[in-house]
């Protein structure tokens, strides 16, 4: 159920190594555009395990025997980070409906942290396919709490998470507690730092995407 693209040579290879490059990611724009291509790339592949039914379509010299997408797709991402992951998505799902969660670190003194989640909205999951996005999966707390919110709209028929860059902490703790969720990873880093950030990782998918936030 984990899905490791650096174990193969791909663009995606490729998009990844843009988007951990100091002098590339320091352009805003083309950050975002490494998300966002980066994203459209893993929805290809998520979109061969989908379902799909036989359909004879008319085009203007005869008939042909075609094959289209059988099961409505919710795209879900957490703000701020996963926006460009979610046009991305959007843009191989197009008639996907969309979720929002708007979740954060809130840090304490003594450097410990617990996920803030402030902002939900959802369509009925309910038998569909979810697929939730987010630049970086480095403890699993965030994803972790976003399906909390998701599934209180509905039991998804199955589930997946994209992600950029994971952990392998934050990969096992989410596959321990969601073993039936496809995780879509471009790279998993083996350090995660006492303060819960990927190394050599690439940096605030967020501020780098968007500038500089003030820290919660």
Same mark, same amino acid.
């Given at each position: 159920?984990?899905?490791?693209?650096?174990?193969? #040579?791909?663009?995606?290879?490729? !998009?990844?190594?843009? &988007? +951990? *490059?100091?002098? @590339?990611?320091?352009?805003?724009?083309?950050?975002?555009? #490494?998300?966002?291509?980066?994203?459209?790339?893993?929805? /290809?592949?998520?979109?061969?395990?989908?379902? /799909?039914? *036989?359909?004879?379509?008319?085009?203007?010299? %005869?008939?042909?025997?075609?094959?289209?997408?059988?099961?409505?797709?919710?795209?879900?991402?957490? &703000?701020?980070?996963?926006?460009?992951?979610?046009?991305?998505?959007?843009?191989?799902?197009?008639?996907?409906?969309?979720?929002?969660?708007?979740? /954060? +670190?809130?840090?304490?003194?003594?450097?410990? =942290?617990?996920? #803030?989640?402030?902002?939900?909205?959802?369509?009925?999951?309910?038998?569909?396919?979810?697929?939730?996005?987010?630049?970086?999966?480095?403890?699993?707390?965030? =994803?972790?709490?976003?399906?909390?919110?998701?599934?209180?709209?509905?039991?998804?028929?199955?589930?997946?998470?994209?992600?950029?860059?994971?952990?392998? /902490?934050?990969?096992?703790? &989410? #596959? +321990?507690?969601?073993?039936?969720?496809?995780?879509?990873?471009?790279?998993? *880093?083996?350090?995660?730092?006492?303060?819960? !950030? @990927?190394?050599?990782?690439?940096?605030?998918? %967020?501020?780098?995407?968007?500038?500089?936030?003030?820290?919660?």
């Amino acid at each position: 159920m984990i899905h490791n693209f650096s174990k193969s #040579n791909s663009i995606i290879s490729h !998009y990844l190594a843009e &988007l +951990r *490059d100091c002098e @590339i990611q320091s352009n805003p724009q083309r950050f975002r555009f #490494n998300l966002k291509r980066l994203a459209s790339a893993m929805g /290809y592949e998520i979109s061969k395990g989908l379902t /799909y039914t *036989d359909k004879l379509v008319t085009t203007p010299l %005869g008939e042909s025997d075609s094959k289209v997408l059988d099961c409505k797709i919710v795209l879900a991402t957490i &703000l701020r980070a996963g926006l460009p992951m979610h046009d991305g998505l959007l843009e191989v799902f197009d008639c996907a409906e969309s979720a929002f969660i708007a979740a /954060y +670190r809130q840090h304490h003194k003594d450097g410990t =942290f617990e996920i #803030n989640k402030e902002y939900v909205t959802c369509p009925d999951l309910s038998g569909k396919a979810l697929i939730l996005s987010d630049p970086m999966l480095a403890t699993g707390s965030s =994803f972790v709490k976003s399906l909390e919110s998701l599934e209180e709209h509905g039991q998804p028929g199955e589930i997946h998470i994209v992600s950029v860059i994971a952990s392998e /902490y934050g990969v096992n703790h &989410l #596959n +321990r507690l969601y073993p039936h969720v496809h995780i879509w990873v471009a790279a998993i *880093d083996e350090e995660l730092t006492a303060k819960s !950030y @990927i190394v050599p990782g690439l940096g605030d998918a %967020g501020d780098l995407a968007f500038g500089e936030k003030l820290q919660a």
